[in-house]
């Protein structure tokens, strides 16, 4: 009897750790060796959920454990930093990493996670595979390979398709959402040359961009864009 009620207990008190953890801020930023802010930076504990750095090099991320590793990726490079037990970090990027807590990040709070809405949820192909799909129009090339992404022939040979997220909402009724090629956004997607695409990213939770981004976003990288990066 004495052991169910130990089992019983311990249970509880890993519940109750795993409650607390619920939604607990980890704030950052990013920047070069020479302290120059980096912009665009995608971080993530899972690909599930994706924070990217603002133009001051500052994100947000929530759930993130003391024994976690933060995947951070930019400029086609790959840098783990692990937790070990920090709740916030300064990170400089570049051949010799540097990450340390700042107590200053640590008092935004979550206020500053739900400022931004840094946390999104992504998904994305590149450029490669929506080449073989023989479109040359990208919002077509899309179809059947975005999760939740429902994309609806207008019947306009080379014009754009209907896209919509599943799971966004619009104020104003509309359901098209944001298009963005290399940072700046734009009205259509039909003046990108498909070979031209480096990766296309669709994100429900767009509200990093204010209203404009209520019904989700579809962000083009370009190979040049990539390059200027």
């Known amino acids: 009897m004495n052991r169910i009620l130990i089992f019983i207990l311990v249970f509880m008190a890993c519940f109750q750790l795993s409650a607390q953890q619920e939604d607990v801020p980890f704030n950052g930023t990013v920047s070069d060796l020479s302290g120059t802010p980096i912009r665009g930076a995608r971080i ?5 959920r994706v924070a990217r750095s603002d133009k001051q090099g500052r994100f947000g991320l929530t759930n993130v454990l003391p024994t976690d590793t933060i995947h ?3 400029k086609k490079r790959n840098y783990d930093i692990p937790v070990s037990g920090r709740k916030s970090l300064r990170i400089r990027l570049g051949d010799q990493l540097q ?3 700042d107590e200053e990040l640590v008092n935004w709070g979550y206020g500053f996670v739900k400022k931004r809405e840094s946390v999104e949820v992504s998904d994305g192909i590149s450029g490669e595979e929506l080449a073989k799909s023989g479109y040359s129009n990208i919002t077509m090339a899309l ?3 975005i999760p939740g992404l429902v994309v609806t022939p ?10 919509n ?6 104020i104003y009724g509309d359901q098209t959402p944001l298009f963005v090629v290399d940072g700046v956004v734009v009205e259509s997607l039909e003046f990108i ?4 695409v480096d990766r296309v990213e669709v994100l429900k939770d767009a509200s990093i961009y204010g209203s404009r981004g209520a019904n989700g976003a579809i962000l083009v990288t370009t190979k040049k864009g990539r390059y200027k990066k």
């Open 72 to 74: 951070i990726y930019y």
């Open 143 to 145: 179809a059947g390979r």
């Open 165 to 170: 997220i599943r799971g966004t909402n619009s």
């Open 99 to 101: 990450a340390q807590e």
């Open 193 to 196: 040359n498909i070979y031209d």
């Open 154 to 163: 207008t019947g306009v040979p080379g014009g754009d398709a209907g896209l």
């Open 44 to 48: 993530y504990i899972t690909k599930s």
